[in-house]
């Protein structure tokens, strides 16, 4: 089954992910926000098939939260609608977007020594929820 995306989807989907990144990075800044970003943003830009052509480019001109719970209120329901979204047109493809994001997720977690800060667990639990309300 194909997939066909508009630049408003690309631009969903790449919100969603990126904002993910953006939130691990943003929930462990007690530690190196900077590499935490940097590793999820190399697991994004690693991903393959129509969605990993969509992801390998950062979305430009979104303007995020100023605060994490700003950031949180725009990248939680985008995470959801992409999946609806990936979901309606192609179940593999909305499989393969949550996997992405989780791969990039648990890669923002590495760079911290030790186990991950409560505050990266929490949000990684509401990554995940957001991606599985669809």
């Given at each position: 089954m194909a997939i066909t995306l508009t630049d408003q989807d690309k631009l969903t989907l790449r919100t969603a992910a990126w904002g993910a990144v953006s939130l691990m990075s943003a929930a462990g800044v007690?530690?190196?926000a900077h590499k935490a970003a940097t590793e999820g943003s190399l697991a994004l830009t690693a991903a393959t098939g129509p969605i990993?052509?969509?992801?390998?480019?950062?979305?430009?001109?979104?303007?995020?939260?100023?605060?994490?719970?700003?950031?949180a209120d725009q990248v939680l329901p985008a995470l959801t609608e992409a999946m609806n979204l990936l979901n309606q047109q192609n179940p593999a493809e909305a499989g393969n977007f949550r996997r992405t994001v989780i791969v990039a997720v648990e890669a923002a977690t590495r760079p911290h020594q030790g186990e991950p800060r409560p505050t990266m667990t929490e949000m990684a639990r509401?990554?995940?929820e957001a991606?599985?309300?669809?």
């Open positions: 007690a530690g190196s990993g052509h969509v992801l390998a480019k950062a979305p430009k001109g979104v303007k995020y939260g100023r605060t994490t719970a700003d950031l509401k990554i995940t991606l599985d309300a669809a």
